[in-house]
């Protein structure tokens, strides 16, 4: 099953894809991460892309597309994947459904997390991410055990730059008048699903494994009417 989460930047659609990564046996790619790891090392996607990040702007469809289509094509024999950040524009979707195409593949389903512009606003500024594996952690809604210590690995924690009330802005403007089109595209397949993104982490999982439509373990098994009734 091959998946994508959209969603605004701090609609924990980066908390939901690690946690359908283990539920689901998929493999998730997000191409934010991609891009980071590419300027920290000073690749020439890396050099390329970094200004745009700087800014808080989208990277050019060229340089994005080609990397995520290599990641997508290297994943041949797994389980399925899914994909956070990425597609972003309309363009990149196409892409991206021909990149399927060509190997006899296909985007089985997508899921709109949907959270207000305030509440996102109010998310993004507690943001933290850990060093390691950029585990999402958040001030008020998801802290850490630790303050500052992530809980997987240990690493620090620290608040990403563009994480800025300025960078804030700008990168949910272009994410609600340009990435927002991407979800009438797979409207138009009858592949969106949309899910509320407000509430317990554990709760919006359960939502979008309801929208996927993943068959749930049942509730409770033969002999456990004891917990039933406690
Ligand atoms: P994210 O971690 O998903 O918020 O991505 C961080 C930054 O990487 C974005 O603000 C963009 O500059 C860039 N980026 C990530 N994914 C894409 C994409 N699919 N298309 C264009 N730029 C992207």
Known sequence: MNLILIGAQGSGKGTQAQRLEDRLQLKCCASGELLREATARGTSLGTAAQPYMDRGELVPDHLIVAVILEYIAGQQGAHGIILDGFPRTVAQARALDHQMA?????????????????????????????????HVWNTQSNPPRVAGICDF?????????DDTAEKIARRLDIFFSETIQVTDYYAAQEKLARVDGDGPIDVITERIVG???????????????SAMQG
């Open 153 to 161: 690995d240990g690493s620090q924690l620290f608040q990403r730059e």
């Open 102 to 134: 060509t190997c006899s593949q296909r985007i089985d389903r997508v899921i709109s997390l949907e959270v207000p512009r305030g509440r996102l606003i109010e998310r993004l500024t507690g943001r933290y991410v850990c060093r390691a594996a950029e």
């Open 211 to 225: 929208a996927i439509g993943v068959p749930q373990p049942p509730a409770y098994t033969l002999g456990s009417e």
